[in-house]
């Protein structure tokens, strides 16, 4: 089982928002919602910061450093993590089931995000931002946990809620449950094997694999 990490694990746009928006304060800007930013939230840094921002070249490279500092020095509240997440990755590690997580995430803030909510215990694969010369969705990035654990992509499942994670799925010939609880910014709703609403759902859809 792959997990992406914001808006599919961790509800992260609440830090997000107000760190773009504190930015955008000192560039003399209005505040963004949290609409505004659903379409560049899964993106990557650049992308995020150029769009939310105005801001592109060394301007861009810049306010992202200054982005990820602020983000390292705020605390995760542990009710980001997404409802029913706890009890689900505790029923997939009782069942057996192997974890990883593939973001686009840093790694020092994969890391950080993690420890501090205590989902670290449950992954012993992680493919964060800057591990690879590749991002998401390059399905470089999928294929290294398939080969960590030695798992055919067809026996492997991707839960995310972009587009990006639904293209490297797609390309990889991974099995796709959407999230809807995330950040959807237009997955296709044709492609996916299943969309939950709620994370304990996956926790039944397996069950019912199995007595079928």
Not at 49 to 65: E, F, M, P
Not at 98 to 117: F, G, Q, S, W, Y
Not at 166 to 192: E, K, W
Request: charged share 25%; proline share 3%.
């Amino acid at each position: 089982m792959i997990y992406d990490l914001d808006g599919t694990l961790i509800d992260s746009i609440g830090i997000v928002s107000k760190i773009l928006n504190d930015l955008r304060a000192d560039l003399g800007k209005e505040n963004l919602a949290r609409e505004d930013l659903l379409p560049w939230i899964s993106l990557g840094g650049i992308d995020l910061i150029t769009n939310s921002l105005g801001v592109d070249g060394k301007d861009a490279r810049r306010y992202l450093a200054i982005f990820r500092e602020r983000y390292f020095l705020l605390p995760t509240p542990l009710d980001s993590v997404f409802e029913g997440v706890f009890a689900t990755l505790e029923y997939l590690t009782n069942e057996g089931h192997h974890l990883a997580i593939c973001t686009n995430k840093p790694r020092e803030l994969t890391d950080k995000v993690l420890m501090e909510t205590g989902l670290n215990k449950y992954f012993t694969c992680s493919v964060a931002g800057g591990d690879m010369s590749t991002t998401k969705p390059d399905v470089r990035n999928l294929n290294f946990c398939l080969e960590y654990f030695d798992v055919d992509a067809s026996d492997a499942i991707l839960l995310g809620d972009s587009i990006i994670d639904q293209t490297m799925a797609h390309a990889a010939g991974v099995p796709f449950i959407h999230f809807r609880g995330g950040y959807d910014d237009g997955v296709s709703q044709d492609l996916i094997q299943m969309s939950i609403n709620e994370h304990t759902q996956l926790v039944q859809y397996l069950e019912q694999k199995k007595r079928s």
